[in-house]
T-cell receptor
Framework: KQEVTQIPAALSVPEGENLVLNCSFTDSAIYNLQWFRQDPGKGLTSLLLIQSSQREQTSGRLNASLDKSSGRSTLYIAASQPGDSATYLCAAINDYKLSFGAGTTVTVRA | NAGVTQTPKFQVLKTGQSMTLQCAQDMNHEYMSWYRQDPGMGLRLIHYSVGAGITDQGEVPNGYNVSRSTTEDFPLRLLSAAPSQTSVYFC???????????FGEGSRLTVL
């Protein structure tokens, strides 16, 4: 069974600092890995999808890396802003099933 | 684009009552799924479908039924609600196996 872990569980940084969010998974035979953002009381918004053949994916200030052999993915958010405050979830995609981490709750202080 | 639409957004049930959570997507996605999100447990897969007429169980299927008669709709039925089913339910869809998953806004269910 795929197990996904996200460390740290919570993170508080001053505005402008770069964010580094970690995700690890136990089964390296994944199709893809997806990062999401969730605001309180809301649904999940897709941020980045990294295909298993890729090592990284970028969108604006977001960059996600994937190392299948070590079972790790990292989400980097450059020059953080208060609007980046949210919970960030990673999900490992095996076949048709996603396994989610518990998330990292980020607070960016103005 | 409406994307993935879930109704109702909020629902309160009494133990033993039945209800259906509706999910519809307008992106012509073959794959649809239901998750529940509970504090400390994360998101867990309940049921999923890889196309009209095809459904399968996820991690926590007990107490829930699904069917998929059209590509667009994937309702989740609670036959006899229990307090343990108090949760936030999310419907999601993707174009293909392993593809980018899109989520609805969620349905918050309370069972008394």
């Amino acid at each position: 069974k795929q197990e996904v872990t996200q460390i740290p569980a919570a993170l508080s940084v001053p505005e402008g600092e770069n964010l580094v969010l970690n995700c690890s998974f136990t089964d390296s035979a994944i199709y893809n890995l997806q990062w999401f953002r969730q605001d309180p009381g809301k649904g999940l918004t897709s941020l980045l999808l990294i295909q298993s053949s890729q090592r990284e994916q970028t969108s604006g200030r977001l960059n996600a890396s994937l190392d299948k052999s070590s079972g790790r993915s990292t989400l980097y958010i450059a020059a953080s802003q208060p609007g980046d405050s949210a919970t960030y979830l990673c999900a490992a995609i095996n076949d048709y099933k996603l396994s989610f981490g518990a998330g990292t709750t980020v607070t960016v202080r103005a | 684009n409406a994307g993935v639409t879930q109704t109702p957004k909020f629902q309160v049930l009494k133990t033993g009552q039945s209800m259906t959570l509706q999910c519809a997507q307008d992106m012509n996605h073959e794959y649809m799924s239901w998750y529940r999100q509970d504090p400390g447990m994360g998101l867990r897969l309940i049921h999923y479908s890889v196309g009209a007429g095809i459904t399968d169980q996820g991690e926590v299927p007990n107490g829930y039924n699904v069917s998929r008669s059209t590509t667009e709709d994937f309702p989740l039925r609670l036959l006899s609600a229990a307090p343990s089913q108090t949760s936030v339910y999310f419907c999601a869809s993707s174009y293909s196996k392993g593809g980018e998953l899109f989520f609805g806004e969620g349905s918050r269910l309370t069972v008394l």
